[in-house]
């Protein structure tokens, strides 16, 4: 029987303009035997294809999987319209369209045929650390303005010389149109150090020679300057560790190849498709104990990851090939923004080792992203180069006009600006306690608003009184008269996942986290909730504690150790595991880890007689449901660690200790506590997601928070809740810790304002 033949529009968002995706798509349907056309369409592509509906739905299958590798669709609509008299597949010239939304490139990481070049000594590119073409290349790192031309990005500093020029204009070179396009003659050059005004074409010979004898150098990279050193001499990682005030934290390890990593980590397929990614993110994995050469002990501390990626653009891939693998990190001391100008390295690097420099200008700084594979599927631990200005795709009936400033927290800071049915999340910024780093903050946020074209008609913020988020809020919302919302800290983490998976109807959130300030003054962070569009009811939370002192106590885990020693005399975590529904609390049974590490010394005699009398008498106390500070006092109880010299690092302890339990049980005793403990919790988050989950008659669960970074922790809570047939989700594009609670603040204002407008 002849199937019926039938046409539709179908039309993009996201990266799909510059980066060959209509000729892609002109491809696909010659292919297919569709005919139709394709043509720029304001922000989005506009597609129109005539076929069977097999035809047509192949067609659209294939695109989302098999698109350019530097093209990302966000979001595609399909509509039927009526019959045409197209007899071929046509690109036709770009139109302005209605739809101004405007979508900007993340840096691309250096691609295939470049790299095959790089290392070709027939071509004229031969060794250039800048290498690029249409598909690779920085992108939002450079970018001035729209649109997206040479002219309007830092690389108007370096007119074209003829051969490139001739590329550039030829529609059939892959450099057509490529507008970073450059070689050794007419592009950036590197130089020795920040004073030298003549390419040093000795460079690669120099450094490898300079970081051999032990030495340190500092690299202008697409979004920053990163620190180089060999992470195989003790010595060079000491001085890196002295010089950014970086204790314990893990170093990011550079190389040249996926096959290089495995002779030191195991890699997943999973874990070897990011790493090969655009984005180049740096891939938290599991080490091996038999690698061919001895890393240092102090690049990766007690972990027993290596934070392991690879080189996005020429400079890197040469050093990365000549000297093997290379601590890079970003070139900044303790809670400071990455350094992208020359005057601040300088400054920086005096007395340190030399500077690996280029005439590039970086307009905004960006530090490399960070992913772990969890559920066999990415989650972002920092969101940054090449994901963004990546837009999340966020359904919506407000106009275009109707605008939102999301200003995030105050760690691990990052802001949200929507307009229409789009979101963009800006780059991961750290903790804004450090001046330089609130100033990078709002630097970026008047060139993000510039560059997207979005002047905010409402603002949100984090309901804590003391973040400095909030009071640039408030300031803004007075100084421009702009309405201002203020969500719960953990109500933005759950609907940051909301938003994520366009969730609809009643859901079951659960959030947890390091801390927030909670609706009663409390700080919270093992937290319960039904949500419902912009509404979130607390329907309990893990018991609470009272705890001495303010932020402090997140440094301290021996602290909140004597915390919770001093609440089991009141019966908290104590006994059979249970949810008290007239307190809404819920309990755990610590009594094994509390009778294993109750006469362990976490303070002084004397500090920890006035410790206890602050407790008892409530002097500088608050309440505390927060499920950092439990796994903080538990590491602590089983002798893992007493301070985090780093954010979250006795709970990565803790996991690591509970893998090694789940793996070998019977062997330590402290393993099995470790793995028992999370065993538990996530039993008792099942239990009573499913209790509410039954109770208000829906499927749906989204979890969110730092502590999901757990992988052990959140893989154990999903199967349980997969087996009692619910629908979890968590968080996959933005980070489930404060890195990602600005979107999930746009929606909740997105959602009261839709409601009002009703």
């Not at 060079?236 to 030191?264: G, H, N, T």
């Not at 990614?277 to 501390?301: D, F, Q, W």
């Not at 988050?685 to 989950?693: D, E, I, K, L, S």
């Not at 039954?694 to 809570?717: C, D, P, Y």
């Amino acid at each position: 029987m002849k199937q019926a033949i039938g046409t539709e529009r179908i039309q993009c968002w996201g990266i799909v303009q510059g980066v060959g995706f209509r000729p892609f798509v002109a491809k696909l349907a010659d292919q297919l035997d569709l005919h139709g056309e394709v043509r720029n369409l304001g922000g989005l592509v506009d597609i129109i294809i005539t076929g069977t509906q097999i035809q047509r739905d192949t067609f659209v299958e294939t695109l989302l999987q098999k698109k350019p590798a530097n093209a990302e669709i966000v979001h595609l609509e399909r509509h039927p319209i009526e019959g045409s008299s197209y007899t071929e597949f046509t690109i036709q010239g770009s139109q302005e369209g209605e739809d101004q939304i405007r979508m900007i490139s993340p840096d691309l990481a250096l691609c295939e045929d470049c790299e095959k070049e790089l290392h070709n000594p027939q071509d004229p590119r031969y060794l250039h650390p800048f290498i690029s073409c249409m598909a690779c290349g920085p992108r939002f790192t450079i970018l001035d303005r729209l649109p997206y031309d040479r002219h309007h990005t830092t690389m108007v500093d370096f007119p074209m010389c003829d051969f490139c020029q001739g590329q550039y204009e030829n529609r059939k070179d892959r450099r057509y149109h490529a507008q970073t396009i450059s070689c050794h003659q007419c592009g950036p050059q590197l130089l020795w150090d920040a004073r030298d005004e003549e390419q040093n074409e000795n460079w690669l010979a120099d450094s490898v020679k300079h970081l051999q004898e032990g030495g340190v150098l500092a690299l202008k990279s697409i979004g920053g300057y990163h620190m180089v050193a060999d992470p195989f001499q003790q010595a060079a990682v000491e001085k890196l560790r002295l010089w950014k005030q970086r204790e314990e934290k893990p170093f990011a390890l550079m190389f040249s190849s996926v096959d290089e990593i495995r002779e030191y980590c195991h890699v997943s397929r999973e874990e070897e498709d990011l790493l090969r990614c655009t984005a180049r993110p740096i891939m938290l994995l599991l080490r091996k104990e038999n690698a061919p050469k001895s890393i240092s002990h102090r690049v990766y501390g007690t972990s027993p990851y290596l934070w392991c990626f690879l080189p996005s653009f020429g400079a890197q891939v040469l050093l990365c090939e000549a000297m093997g693998p290379v601590i890079m990190t970003s070139a900044n001391g303790k809670d400071q923004p990455i350094r992208k100008d020359e005057a601040e390295i300088r400054d920086f690097m005096e007395g340190k080792g030399p500077i690996l420099y280029n005439r590039r200008r970086i307009r905004i700084p960006l530090d490399d992203s960070v992913v772990r594979v969890v559920d066999n599927k990415p989650q972002m631990i920092r969101r940054s180069k090449g994901y963004v200005p990546l837009p999340i795709h966020m359904p919506t009936s407000l106009p275009k006009e109707e605008m939102i400033l999301a200003m995030g927290g105050d760690l691990k800071a990052a802001f949200c600006l929507t307009k229409g049915p789009f979101a963009t999340v800006s780059p991961f910024f750290g903790d804004l306690s450090g001046g330089e780093t609130g100033t990078v903050y709002r630097e970026t946020l008047s060139q993000m608003k510039e560059l997207l074209d979005i002047q905010p008609a409402w603002l949100v913020s984090d309901y804590h009184p003391g973040y400095a988020t909030t009071a640039w809020a408030e300031e803004m919302a007075r100084k421009e008269r702009l309405p201002l919302r203020k969500v719960q800290h953990h109500h933005a983490h759950v609907a940051s996942v909301m938003a994520e998976h366009h969730l609809n109807g009643l859901v079951v959130g659960v959030a947890l986290d390091g801390t927030g300030y909670g609706e009663d003054g409390a700080i919270w962070g093992g937290e319960f909730f039904l949500c419902e569009e912009e509404t979130a009811i607390r329907k309990a939370h893990l018991a609470n504690v009272t705890m001495v002192g303010g932020d402090e106590i997140s440094y301290h885990g021996g602290k909140a150790a004597l915390c919770y020693l001093k609440a089991r005399e009141n019966g908290i975590h104590t006994g059979i595991p249970f949810s008290n529904r007239e307190r809404m609390e819920i309990q755990l049974d610590l009594e094994p880890i509390f009778t294993f590490g109750e006469n362990r010394t976490f303070l002084g005699e004397e500090e920890k007689a006035l410790y206890l009398a602050a407790i008892q008498h409530r002097v500088n106390t608050h309440q505390s449901s927060s499920a950092g500070r439990l796994f903080d006092a538990v590491a602590a109880l089983l002798g893992i660690g007493t301070v985090n010299r780093y954010e979250g690092e006795l709970a990565m302890g803790l996991e690591a200790a509970a893998q090694q339990g789940r793996d070998k049980p019977g062997v330590e005793p402290v393993w099995d506590l470790a793995y028992g403990f999370h065993h538990q919790l996530a039993q008792v988050v099942v239990r009573q997601t499913c209790q509410m989950a039954e109770e208000a008659n829906t499927r749906q669960v989204a979890l969110s928070g730092g502590v999901f970074q757990n992988a052990l922790l959140i893989e154990e809570v999903l199967q349980g809740l997969r087996e009692n047939k619910l629908l979890p989700y968590y968080n996959r594009m933005v980070p489930p810790n404060d890195g990602g609670i600005s979107l999930g603040q746009a929606y909740v204002a997105m959602k009261w304002r839709e409601k009002e407008k009703r």
